[in-house]
């Protein structure tokens, strides 16, 4: 929702917007859908609106938060054998 309030509602008015999530947790779903909300503001000024219109929507975007058009790649590492985690180790004794 917050991309809606950044861009003020005008630019919002011939648009209807649905979006469905699924897996992750609150939190996650939440910046997904204000991710995915910026997105499409964005495609949509660059296929039916003019090139200068969306590059200013992308700089105020950009400006707000990178986060609302960039991803992050971010992922958990995959546990491995020897240890309790990704990188810890049992410890050893030499007894």
């Given at each position: 929702f917050e991309p809606v309030l950044i861009l003020a509602q005008d630019k919002f008015a011939n648009l209807d917007i649905r979006i469905r999530v699924k897996g992750g947790g609150y939190t996650a779903q939440?910046?997904?859908?204000?991710?995915?909300?910026a997105k499409s503001i964005v495609a949509y000024y660059a296929k039916y609106v003019d090139e200068s219109a969306k590059n200013e929507l992308r700089a105020?975007?950009?400006?707000?938060?990178?986060?609302?058009?960039?991803?992050?790649?971010?992922?958990?590492?995959?546990?491995?054998?020897?240890?309790?985690?990704?990188?810890?180790?049992?410890?050893?004794?030499?007894?």
């Open positions: 939440i910046y997904a859908i204000r991710s995915a909300i105020t975007l950009l400006a707000y938060d990178r986060n609302l058009l960039v991803a992050d790649p971010r992922r958990r590492e995959p546990k491995k054998y020897g240890g309790r985690g990704a990188r810890a180790r049992f410890q050893k004794s030499y007894r």
